[in-house]
């Protein structure tokens, strides 16, 4: 066939194409309209000025202030940013459900005494949504719009969204801070005082201890949790009296955040239950707190030091040699995996994964108590593990050069020219040593079938 006899062809393909696309187009912007036509309000929620919710004499109110929500009413605060963009979403998208057209006699449909106004200013325009009772029957509300005599149903959800409370309103945050910009974390308590600086990334300092090893980790948690935590409950009206609270100096537990934009302190009180009376600073509101934010402080205090073997980088290490004086094994990273080589030049391949998950948990190995350099045994070690960097720099030396009775071995480790002696429990050491065995189950010595392959010298054919 001559192009020629095809220009037809594309012709008809072409106007059917058109034909297809208008048709397209024409049904999607069908489409849209009839969402349009569906929407109760015509707005976006960067619109909306302020929003009140009126239950009888009762009014809560909110006003947005450089782009911040504050409630006006019945006090004076901050307002829970997340759950007020949610109601002003449920506005900009309600939608009505059915429209059952204009009603005089609002009794039936519980709107001549409704239990929710919805009150907002949009560009400068007052609208209100009245909220009456439940449709018989069904999963929605009977409602009408600003002056608009016909009478809507809405969802039971879009109901639920818009009906807060005023504790759902009241911003819970405890302490509003930027993780990335803390630099240090104050507790003070009636009988002791921790202050801690940040000297990195993910490592910290006990401020006038510069020995002490802090476990940066754990830290790292308090201060997570800290930042998640939220109020559960407000005492209104303000109690005159901090005491039975344990609210005053003499029993408060203080906790400082310093960040580059100045301090927050949170006030840690006496039990409840479940939860905790705390207090948003000198002259913050008296709140409930759940008391496991409590418990993770004293916890975090408990094991503030870090007693780790090693608490370096695994991505760090390259090169790990361990076993027994004369057996010992050497793996080398390369690429996805490591290469393992043994006595007898035997030798295997782990994936990273596996290697890395036993250094993992060499790291969460702890002693229990470190020894005078003169109480450590002079002969020969057990055991030894060294961790090195790409470059062949040691990261860790460590030997195993006793035992204190059948629980507890004794361990020497170091870095550089810098070793302790360090008791350590048996059983947990003793379970990562089998760890680091299985990666050497299947070495095969030089020359063995399987280095050989199929087909090769020596194999049967």
């Known amino acids: 066939m001559t192009p020629r006899r095809l220009i037809p062809y594309v012709v008809v393909f072409l106007i059917l194409a058109g034909v297809y696309g208008g048709l397209r187009w024409r049904q999607e912007q069908q489409v849209a309209r009839d969402e349009q036509a569906k929407k109760v309000f015509h707005l976006q929620e960067s619109d909306l000025s302020d929003l009140s919710l009126v239950r009888g004499k009762d ?42 057209g204009a009603e005089k006699d609002l009794k039936p449909f519980g709107l001549d005494k409704p239990g929710l106004v919805v009150k907002f200013t949009a560009q400068g325009q007052p609208h209100q949504l009245v909220i009456g009772a439940k449709v018989p029957g069904d999963q929605n509300y009977y409602v009408l719009r600003d002056q608009d005599p016909h009478l809507l149903t809405i969802s039971m959800g879009s109901k639920d969204s818009l009906d807060r409370q005023l504790l759902a309103l009241r911003d819970k945050i405890l302490l509003p801070f930027i993780m990335g910009e803390v630099k240090g974390l104050k ?58 609270l344990g609210l005053v100096p ?63 980088s695994i991505a760090a290490v390259h090169q790990v040699v361990w076993g027994p004086p004369g057996k010992t094994w050497t793996a080398r990273k390369d690429q996805g995996a490591w290469k393992i080589t043994g006595p007898d030049q035997a030798a295997t391949q782990q994936p990273a994964a596996r290697l890395e998950l036993a250094l993992w948990n060499f790291q969460k190995l702890e002693g229990a108590k470190n020894l005078p350099p003169g109480d450590a045994p002079k002969g020969p070690p057990a055991f030894g593990l060294e961790l090195l960097d790409q470059a062949g720099k040691p990261l860790l030396h460590l030997e195993e050069v006793g035992a204190q009775g059948k629980d507890r071995l004794m361990v020497r480790t170091g870095k550089g020219k810098t070793t302790a002696t360090a008791l350590i429990p048996r059983a947990p050491f003793r379970q ?26 020596g194999s049967k054919k």
């Open 250 to 312: 003499k029993r408060r537990t203080e906790i400082t955040v310093a960040t580059s934009a100045g301090d927050r302190t949170l006030w840690l009180g006496t039990k409840k239950g479940d939860a905790v009376y705390a207090r948003l600073g000198a002259g913050g509101a008296v709140v409930l707190v759940d008391a496991a934010l409590a418990d993770e402080v004293g916890r975090t205090l408990a094991s503030l030091e870090d007693r780790r073997l090693w608490s370096g």
């Open 187 to 244: 507790v003070k308590g009636p009988k002791t005082a921790t202050a801690l600086s940040k000297t990195g990334p993910q490592t910290w300092g006990w401020v006038g201890r510069p020995d002490f090893r802090v476990r940066g980790d754990r830290v790292e948690k308090l201060l997570r949790d800290l930042h998640i935590a939220r109020a559960k409950n407000f005492l209104e009206p303000p109690p005159k009296k901090l005491e039975p």
């Open 59 to 100: 009014e809560v109110r909110l006003v947005k202030k450089d782009q911040v929500w504050h409630l006006t009413a019945p006090l004076n605060t901050t307002a829970d940013q997340t759950v007020v963009a949610s109601m002003l979403t449920t506005l900009a998208r309600l939608r009505k459900e059915r429209d059952l």
């Open 432 to 457: 990562w040593q089998e760890e680091m065995h299985r990666l050497t189950a299947a070495a095969e010595p030089a020359g063995s079938s399987r280095e050989t392959g199929k087909g090769g010298k």
